[in-house]
């Protein structure tokens, strides 16, 4: 075992190293059947159920029908897990010290514009200390499945076992330079919070090669581990936003960073980048 492959499993109590692989296999087969079924919806023409925050951000019937879906697959072979969706809210509590973070649909306003930029993504997480090394505001993923149901692309990691796409193992860009770095970042959902967003953009856009905004904050995570990113970093995001994603791109090498040093990255402030442009991206953006 490599050492980046021992320091990143030593944060995980024993007793769940023997089952990373079947959560692994059980993130895979429930991210999978949901992909299909919101991809049969798309083509049979999205609903929108209802708005959230604000009127932008919406909920579909394919977000709620794809969530009970995994709920289901989930709670059939690990009966006595949580279940942390973001269409349900605690949906389900257990005992066995493992919780799901659930979001059906990441990228739904691109699902409703048929933009093929959207995603699911399950992941099989532990409740730590948020000082705990590789935790993202206090959850520590042990294994996760981000599924573009439009591209077929299927990322997955297991913690201490690397990051693939569709089987083949992935590794961050070794780019060296934030001046020469592709940056993604999202926005929230207020007028307020978009005026400064933008003001970020606008004060970082001269300093990097260029800027992403794709939509889906785990397919941006994923495409840090795959190479199209070297850089991303967004606030306010929620805990099933990133939980697959994050261990995607982490192991795959990727840096993860919050606000500043001694403040615990996630929703206040997510930095994952190339190591390189990591600490750099940071001084721009928090």
């Known amino acids: 075992m490599s050492t980046q492959n021992e320091q990143s499993l030593a944060a995980v109590p024993v007793q769940f190293l023997p089952q990373l692989s079947e959560l692994l296999s059980t993130a895979v087969e429930a991210a999978e ?121 299927r990322y997955t990691a297991q913690r201490g076992g690397g990051s693939f796409l569709n089987g083949e193992r992935l590794s961050v860009n070794p780019v060296e330079r934030l001046e020469s770095s592709l940056v993604g970042t999202g926005f929230g959902y207020t007028s307020e919070k978009r005026r400064a967003q933008g003001q970020v953009v606008a004060s970082l856009l001269p300093e990097v090669r260029d800027i992403r905004r794709i939509g889906s904050a785990a397919l941006d995570l994923c495409s840090i581990a795959s190479g199209s990113l070297d850089g991303y970093y967004e606030s306010g995001l929620k805990v099933w936003d990133f939980g697959a994603g994050i261990l995607v791109a982490s192991e795959a090498g990727a840096t993860v960073l919050g606000r500043s040093a001694d403040s615990v990255p996630g929703t206040d402030l997510l930095v994952v980048a190339a190591p390189s442009i990591a600490s750099p991206l940071r001084a721009l953006v928090a």
């Open 33 to 153: 059947a949901a992909a299909a079924l919101i991809h049969q919806m798309r083509r049979e023409g999205v609903h929108v159920a209802a708005a959230k925050s604000s009127i932008v951000d919406v909920v579909t019937d394919a977000d709620r029908a794809a969530e009970k879906l995994i709920i289901e697959k989930l709670t059939a072979r690990r009966p006595h897990d949580s279940v942390l969706g973001e269409e349900e809210g605690d949906s389900v509590t257990g005992t066995s010290g493992v919780t799901w973070l659930v979001d059906p649909i990441d990228g739904t306003v691109n699902y409703l514009y048929n933009i093929p930029a959207y995603a699911v993504s399950v992941a099989a997480a532990i409740s730590v200390d948020p000082s705990t090394p590789g935790s993202v505001d206090g959850w520590l993923t042990l294994v996760g499945c981000v599924f573009n149901p439009s591209t077929g692309e």
